[in-house]
């Protein structure tokens, strides 16, 4: 294992000081329970979005702190959910006075946790929606899921729901573009090789070289099937076909299109997957109006790549549109 790094156990809580003060106009970061706001948070009158989960998914979450995005992010230990104790302070620093939204990935302990620092929120006096976002087609059940792991339908839905709540929507239309978001989106991923988590010190599964796993976890939990390395146009056609025949999509749909890398693949490689990704919509009369390609929801040093589609529409492509300034994603500033 060669990694940048001092002590596997001191790993986060440094990444996180060094991004505290890498963008200091942009957040602060908390240590006693951890947790990263937006730095003029609390926003007065707005409705506050929070989400979280295991670091080593870098930039998610912490990286879509800002206006136009998360106003807090709750990150856990490697792979592992945050406490409900991050949960509750994260809500308390960014109250803004008019309700909080959750935005949870569908895993056990996330959603477990969310739900108990939800709780204590409201026994404080704060009002809490959630949405669960549950898009990755490759399994219904997994070790860490009861139904669809949630994966890269969270960017997207932290984007339009911060956009919505930098509007001052009200929190019922906040939660319900999350939903929208999560019910239009679908998602499914592929690993080339494994990740190591620094405490482990050893990959996370074996990947012999000439096999790649389809429907591969962010933590590394197995998918669909592992097959013979195959060229991108065919592990593109994979990937799109499950997604595209899973909602369903349809012709005439205008779709917001994302290539995730995985965080060891080079963009060079995801262009090239967006390239088919968008040769096959159009072959199905489906038209990509909006794009994201990029590493903004990884598993440490994996390479693969996972591809998301959701369905648009004008409110939608307003929303995807809206300002946003955070350290990962920003657009028009």
Known sequence: MKKLINKPEDLVREALSGFAAAHAD???VYFDPVQVVRADAPVTGKVGVISGGGSGHEPMHAGFVGPGMLDAACPGAIFTSPTPDQVLAASKAVHG???LLHIVKNYTGDVLNFELGAELARGEGIEVEAVVIHDDVAVEDSLYTAGRRGVGVTVLAEKM???AAEEGRPLAEVARVARLVSERGRSMGMALTSCTV???GRPTFDLPE???EIGIGIHGEPGRSRRKLAPASEIAEVLARAVLDDLPFERGDRVLAFVNGMGGTPLLELYLVFHELTR?????GIAVVRSLVGPFMTSLEMAGCSITLVRMDEELTRLW???VRTPALRARL
Do not use: T
């Open 161 to 163: 729901a911060g956009a």
């Open 198 to 200: 620094p405490q482990a």
């Open 26 to 28: 942009l957040v602060k």
């Open 280 to 284: 096959i919509c159009a072959g199905r």
């Open 210 to 212: 000439n096999e790649m």
């Open 97 to 99: 006075g008019v309700g």
């Open 321 to 323: 549109d809206a300002p």
